[in-house]
């Protein structure tokens, strides 16, 4: 019986060592893993951190191309309304000279019409002081 406590002590003695060797295995393997998904973790935050800027940069990019293309539609639609600035003063000019041209044919026109009514009128004095002459003459040698 004595033996038998004897190899019951050996054996919870030897029972106890291989627990705390398990405890001890799963404890360096729960640390290991864990120290294994530390490693994931980071690697794949530094992978996200990278991917972020990279989409950061990418809509960086995008903005200032936009930003780009709309101050090139501004300066394409200024130099269109300079364009039709210049094209319309040109054509007021020419539509102005025009007048300028229309109007002086009138009052040339005007003028001859005048000058015309002028000779007329002169040629009917003339013709009416005439007459008058000679009624006079005719009144007296009529008396």
Known sequence: M???KISDKQNTKIEKKEREKNRKKSIELFE???TQQIKYDVLNQI???KERKKNK???????????QRRMN???MNEMVSNKERKHN???AKKLSEKEKQRRLHDNT????????ERKQNTKKV????NEERERRVLDSTCK
């Open 2 to 4: 004595n033996q038998k």
């Open 32 to 34: 290991r893993e864990k």
């Open 47 to 49: 992978e996200e951190d």
């Open 57 to 67: 940069k990418k809509a960086v990019n995008l903005m200032e191309k936009e930003r």
């Open 73 to 75: 539609i501004l300066a």
């Open 89 to 91: 003063i040109k054509k």
């Open 109 to 116: 026109l005007d003028e001859i019409i005048l000058t015309n």
């Open 126 to 129: 003339n013709e009416m002081e």
